[in-house]
């Protein structure tokens, strides 16, 4: 039997908790719904006490195991993405062992028998110290978790509990999140183009926060959730970011101006400027201009009329531990613009979407390579291809279809469906 182990930024996320020896609760955090502001400005203090987790408790260091495929058994298990099969109690890591670690140990016990399906192992620990890394790097920002990130139940849980905010683009996140107890107050329906039925949903839970850039988006939350409190989703450059935004969302600076007047004209409140500077973005500096240009957003804002007090950052931020650029270097560039531009005293609140930077090192997916053949191509040359049961339409989704540079390999990986149109991994 062959597996193919590879570290996924596939579909999770957690928080930071430190071990508590000797305890059966681990995780420092738990402020109730109510105790963050809709965008605090610092760590809660329940968190920053080491308070203990309610309806929570962990081992020192904890894993989950979930199979990848097949169908969901339990209701109680039908959380998180189609498919998936998340078991309800968590193995206990030995001392130094890694998420990685038991994914290994997992395939060696599967080895000899029928039952090979894919699986993924989420090192719980690790996603915790995450957001413990994420809180010292910038102390400033509130992270609103990016649920279409991983919106995994044992994800959503454990940051429910930390007191962190939450990103949702959709109903289906808004529910997912609102079933966990969370405030309305802790959620920033951060999509600006939405469905008018999404709109509804929002406005009937309370959830208030939402962005918006363009005219159209305007008025349908004038119809629909006029108590909205919205915030301006600004066109930033993102070229140097593997998955681009800009070409979907954002309005340029140029059109701010006219959008918060018809804003204000609607009886509408702008309570804020966003970007986001695209996912894994290879540019600290691109962080730079974003922030200045939401400075001149806001000034425009708070010239016509609006009371304009929060800024949000969005993701972008590097997930996985000594990429380049390091998560500290983006921090250094983040905290110096916000200094220069948004100081403590301007009373401006700061928030921001990480989602790859808690999931992507946190998952292992371990895949079966189900068939292997050789394939002789003209001039004699000889390649091998290897066949999944798992493909690209499932965890691999996640990665590009366009050409990147990398070093040439005489192997091609195909999934286990017969579709014509993704021929390679």
């Known amino acids: 039997m062959n597996f193919l182990l590879r570290l996924a930024s596939v579909q999770l996320n957690l928080t930071n908790t ?73 193995i206990t890591l030995r001392p130094g062992e890694s998420g990685r670690q038991l994914a290994l140990e997992k395939i060696r016990e599967l080895s000899d028998s029928d039952h090979k399906d894919p699986f993924m192992v989420a090192d719980l620990g690790l996603l915790a110290s995450r957001h413990q890394t994420f809180l010292r790097a910038l102390p400033r920002v509130a992270p609103f978790y990016a649920v279409k990130c991983n919106s995994s139940p044992w994800v959503l849980r454990v940051l429910a509990a930390l007191g962190t905010g939450f990103d949702c683009a959709s109903q289906v996140e808004l529910e997912q999140v609102l079933s966990l107890g969370v ?69 340029r600076l140029e059109a701010c101006e006219h959008l918060l007047k018809s804003a204000r004209d609607l009886g509408l409140a702008v309570v804020g400027v966003s970007f986001h500077v695209g996912s894994d973005c290879q540019d600290p500096h691109s962080f730079t201009q974003a ?10 804002g708070r010239g016509v009329g609006h009371d304009m007090n929060i800024l949000d950052i969005g993701g972008g931020f590097p997930g996985v531990e000594g990429s380049e650029p390091k998560f500290e270097e983006v921090a250094r560039v983040i905290d110096a613009a916000l200094t220069q531009h948004f100081p403590e005293e301007s009373g401006v609140q700061v928030m921001a979407e990480p989602g790859r930077f808690y999931a992507e090192s946190v998952f292992t997916a371990a895949v079966c390579i189900i068939a292997k053949k050789v394939v002789l191509e003209p001039g004699g040359r000889r390649k091998l291809l290897y066949y999944l049961n798992e493909s690209h339409y499932g965890v ?14 005489v192997v091609k990986v195909r999934g286990p469906l017969c579709g014509a149109g993704i021929s390679r991994a």
């Open 18 to 90: 430190q071990c508590v020896q000797g305890n059966d609760c681990i995780f420092e955090p738990t402020p109730s719904p109510d105790v963050m502001d809709p965008v605090p400005g610092a760590v809660p203090a329940a968190v920053r006490m080491g308070t203990r987790l309610p309806g929570l408790c962990l081992a020192e260091d904890s894993a989950v195991v979930s199979g990848v495929g097949g169908p969901v058994r339990d209701p109680e298990e039908s959380q998180g993405a189609p498919g998936h099969r998340w078991p309800k109690e968590l």
């Open 183 to 251: 405030s309305p107050s802790r959620i920033i329906y951060a999509n600006p183009c939405k469905p008018v039925s999404h709109i509804k949903y929002a406005a009937r839970h309370g959830v208030q926060l939402l962005t918006f850039d363009s005219e159209e988006e305007l008025t349908k939350v004038a119809q629909y959730h006029p108590e909205a409190r919205l915030v301006l989703r600004l066109w930033v450059q993102d070229r140097n970011s593997t998955f681009r935004l800009s070409c979907k969302f954002g309005a």
């Open 291 to 300: 922030i200045m240009d939401s400075r001149r957003a806001l000034d425009m």
């Open 396 to 409: 691999f989704r996640i990665f590009r279809r366009e050409p990147v540079p990398r070093v040439p390999i």
